[in-house]
């Protein structure tokens, strides 16, 4: 993987003529891989629209999807344009129903892309059983720890919340509705957050320090800048999440004439 990928939109729609035309948009800019969610006939639409874009998941969850439709959606696809980015294990033994799902993969001649990790626990499987990582709401010096426990030869590809917005009050809002679903209850991004050295009071109003430690916010060139950083510290790939735009595609086309072209 390289550069800079791009996550979509549109995770959840079932509208094929919609996912087509945001994949297609995609390639033209020049994004290096298109992130969906695990609906896979939206993979598929996806992939079919286009010519030279893999389009990975981030992620399928092996709580909701079978191992079996995604060696079929494997088998069916172009080779090499569908990424297989898993993760979603609900229940008491998570890495148990990871490892499980990666044996049924692993039988068909599948190898994971990436885990959805986060933990150092999930970070050794996707050492392990996968081709890397992909988290999501981490700083840069995390990204640095992943990358060395990961080693050189596995992915990190690193999920941003990209706000493009250059009042800090306004960015602020913007990451609270996705950060409300994700990290202000219990669960792995808290937890996670709360190993990174954030509090639970940094989490729950979104300090500064929060929104600067786990975001690109501001105009392109920052947000440039804070990318850089986490190519410094070891990612392969950042993924942008543009959240907060009225026009989110227009926004697409300038991150990618600042940051690809």
């Known amino acids: ?3 800079i990928g791009l996550a979509s939109s549109n995770p959840y729609t079932d509208d094929a003529t919609v996912v087509a035309e945001e994949a297609r948009h995609a390639q033209d800019l020049g994004y290096a891989t298109l992130w969906r969610s695990g609906d896979l006939p939206m993979v598929a639409a996806a992939v079919r629209a286009t010519t030279t874009i893999p389009v990975a998941t981030g992620i399928i969850s092996v709580s909701r999807v079978p191992a079996a439709d995604v060696i079929a959606l494997h088998a069916d696809l172009e080779p090499g344009r569908f990424v297989a980015g898993i993760g979603g294990a609900h229940g008491p033994r998570p890495l148990e129903s990871i490892s499980g799902y990666l044996d049924e993969l692993d039988s068909a001649g599948i190898r994971a892309g990436v885990l959805a990790a986060l933990g150092p626990n999930m970070l050794a499987l996707a050492r392990e059983r996968a081709g890397g990582a992909y988290p999501y709401l981490v700083t840069p010096e995390y990204v640095a720890q ?56 940094d989490i729950d109003r979104v300090s500064d320090r929060l929104l600067d430690g786990i975001t690109a916010w501001g105009e392109p060139q920052r947000i440039a800048e804070r990318v850089a950083e986490y190519h410094a510290a070891g990612a392969d790939q950042v993924v942008l999440r543009v959240v907060g735009a009225d026009d989110i595609a227009a926004w697409r086309a300038k991150l990618a004439a600042t940051l690809i072209n």
Do not use: C, H
């Open 1 to 3: 993987m390289s550069a």
């Open 146 to 201: 992943a990358r060395k426990q990961l080693g050189a030869d596995r992915v990190l590809a690193v999920l941003q919340m990209v706000i493009p917005l250059t009042a800090r009050d306004d960015a602020r809002r913007a990451a609270s509705g996705p950060l409300e679903f994700l990290a202000w209850k219990p669960g792995g991004y808290r937890r996670n957050l709360l190993r990174q050295g954030f509090t639970e009071s």
